[in-house]
Structure formats: C-alpha cells, structure tokens
C-alpha cells in the first residue's frame, strides 16, 4: 500500500513556492520584471538621505531662511540703539544727581544763618516800630518804611539767587550714532562714506529713484594721484559727478560738490542750474546740509581748466597737489552762516583724499 507523508508534501511544497516568490522578487530588483528599476534606485537614494546626519539641520536651516523678515534684521541694532538711550539716561540722571546733593550742602551750609540773619533785621526793625508808636514820632516813619522796603528786596534777591543754576543745552551730535551696513553700496569703490552719508548724498542729488542711485568711482586722489593731470586724465567727459573732498585734519572733514557738466580742460566757466555745495562734517556741527547756487551765478557754477582739479565756482578751488582754498560763498547760497570758515574752519586747506563719483 501507498503511502504518503502529508506533512512532508507541504512542507516540499510550500519551500517551492516560497523558492519562486523569491526568483519573482529577484527578477523585479534586478529589472527583468514588471518593476521600475529607476524608481526603486530613486526610493533608495531618498531614503538613504534621509538618514544622513546633515538633510535634518540643512532643512532647519532652509526653514529659517524662508521664514526670514527685515524685523528680524532690524532687531539687534534697535537692541544696540536702545542700550544707548537708556546709558545716555544714566548718565544725565548721575549728573542731575549730583548737582542736586551740591545744592543741599550749599543750602545746609549757607541757608540758616542767612535766615537768622535776616530775622534780626526785620526784628529790630519791629523794635523800632514800637517804640515810634509809643513816642507818637510821626516823621520817622518813612525811613522805617525804607528800611523795611529793603528787607523785603534783600529777602526777594536771597530767594532768587542764594543758588544760582546755569545750564547748557544739551547737544546731541548725529555723528554719536553711525548707521552702517556692508551689504548696500551706493557710492561704489570708495572708502571715505559712511552708508548714513551715501543716503544723505543721494537725497541731495534727488531725482526720481534717489535712494536707489548708484555711483561709480572714477577717481581716488591717494591713489590715483593728487596732480590736476590725475584728475582730468580719469574725469573728463565723463558726465554729471560727485566730488567728496576730505580735509587734511583730525578729524578729516568731509564736503564737496555736485554737476551735471562733464568736466574738460578747458579755461572756461560752465553753466549748471543744478549744481550745489555739501558739507557732511565740519568743525562747527553743521548737520549734513545741502549749498544751491545763487540763481545770479547760475552761469559760473563750475570752473574749468587743464592746471586746477575740481573747482565749483568761486567757492572751492582744488589745487595742483593737495592744496585747496575755499572763499564761499561766492557763487553759492550760505544758508549755515559760517562763510568761508564753513567745511574745514579755514579758508586754505590741504586735502587727505578726493574721491569722484559718476552715475552708474
């Protein structure tokens, strides 16, 4: 009789189909199947970045980047701006209290004799008063009148100057505060501008996008030479520019001038309705300020000629070298008051840097 392990014939049967499950799947990894052979090389790929120590800290990173505001820019320099306005408190409160405890040991040292003693006049005055009265002596009585007026304007001149005050106002100067970022450029190539003054520039210039203006440094005295050829050589026929002249001193002041004539070595005056005088710094504390040529003077805005450098009207004159001389104003309005003493508090000067812009 036949027999037939069961146990056996499963057990062979089920390997069989557990062999051919695998030669399937084998076939699909290796691309011979019904499979996407590039979509399975793609799913590893990804999952193995996923594991990679760095794809979790870029994606926090890229995250702070997308979430990124200009108030998150601006928020330290506030923080910075702000610890300066409390430390400036500080120091007036220190300054208020000190003064105040001078004038307490002044009143503690000084109030109560003066007091007695204006008591005992005012005292035997009363005496006097009495005794007039009791001697019926009618004639004295304007001289205790007198005596009393002088009590009381003695008592009026002690109240009003027994501490005497005297105060200045306080100055703030802007330049206490620099705004600077090395991220925008307006004035390009040079060194002598801050980013507060290169906005002030641009804001004096005008014009339909003046906080966006750029310019592009033409010519830079320390290093192209301070000799007028230097200059003409580099800056003629080159269009409207800005000229920044920086003085020889400490600190180096900064002032300068803007046309729209193009500059040539020609001896010759030019005509120019919108050219113009600037100071930034100066010795007097001139907030940044802006000089516009007199409209009688309109046709000698700029002087031009082959042994001079820049020269804006009669006013500012740059030499051959480093020498300057300034006789505003002259063609221009002075609207700070300081004539000729204006941008440097002399009228010859000699010049650390002259830096000239065109539009770019």
């Known amino acids: ?50 594991f990679h120590p760095l794809t979790e800290p870029a994606r926090q990173l890229n995250d702070k980047i997308a979430n990124l505001t200009s108030d998150d820019c601006i928020a330290y320099p506030l923080g910075k701006l702000d610890e300066w306005k409390y430390e400036s408190y500080r120091v007036i409160d220190e300054l208020y209290e000190m003064k105040r405890q001078e004038m307490e040991i002044i009143v503690n040292k000084n ?21 007039q009265h009791l001697a019926q002596v009618e004639h004295q009585d304007e001289i205790l009148k007198q005596r009393m007026t002088r009590i009381e304007q003695d008592l009026t001149h002690f109240q ?39 906005l002030k520039l641009n804001e004096f210039y005008g014009g339909g996008n003046a906080n966006e203006q750029q310019w592009e440094l033409l010519y830079k005295a320390s290093r192209n030479g301070f000799c007028a050829e230097d200059f003409h050589r580099l800056c003629d026929g080159k269009g409207a520019t800005m000229t920044i002249i920086q003085s020889n001193d400490d600190p180096g002041y900064l002032f300068g001038g803007y046309t729209t004539v193009s500059w040539s070595s020609t001896c010759s005056w030019q005509p120019d309705p919108q050219a113009f005088l600037f100071t930034l710094t100066n010795p007097h504390n001139i907030p940044p300020t802006k000089y516009h040529v007199k409209e009688k003077s309109m046709q000698f805005a ?23 001389f300034v006789r505003f104003p002259v063609t221009y309005l002075d609207t700070t008051h300081h004539g000729d003493k204006t941008f440097t508090g002399n009228k010859h000067l000699t ?10």
């Open 302 to 324: 700029v002087y031009h000629d082959a042994t001079v450098g820049p020269s804006f009207g009669g006013d500012i004159c740059v030499k051959n070298n480093s020498n300057a």
């Open 111 to 131: 109030f109560v004799k003066h007091k007695t003693d204006q008591l005992k006049l005012i005292n035997d005055l009363r005496k006097e008063i009495r005794k």
């Open 351 to 360: 010049m650390s840097d002259i830096e000239i812009y065109t539009l770019g």
């Open 160 to 198: 009003e100057t027994f501490i005497q005050i005297e105060t200045k106002p306080l100055e703030v100067d802007s330049d206490y505060i620099h705004v600077r970022t090395d991220y925008i450029k307006y004035f390009n190539g040079g060194s002598l501008l801050s980013n507060e003054q290169e």
């Open 1 to 50: 009789m036949l027999s037939v392990d069961v146990s056996q014939t499963v057990f062979i049967t089920d390997k069989m189909s557990l062999t051919k499950k695998c030669k399937i799947d084998k076939t699909e990894m290796n691309g011979d199947g019904d499979g996407d052979n590039h979509t399975s090389k793609r799913s590893e790929s990804t999952v193995g970045l996923d």
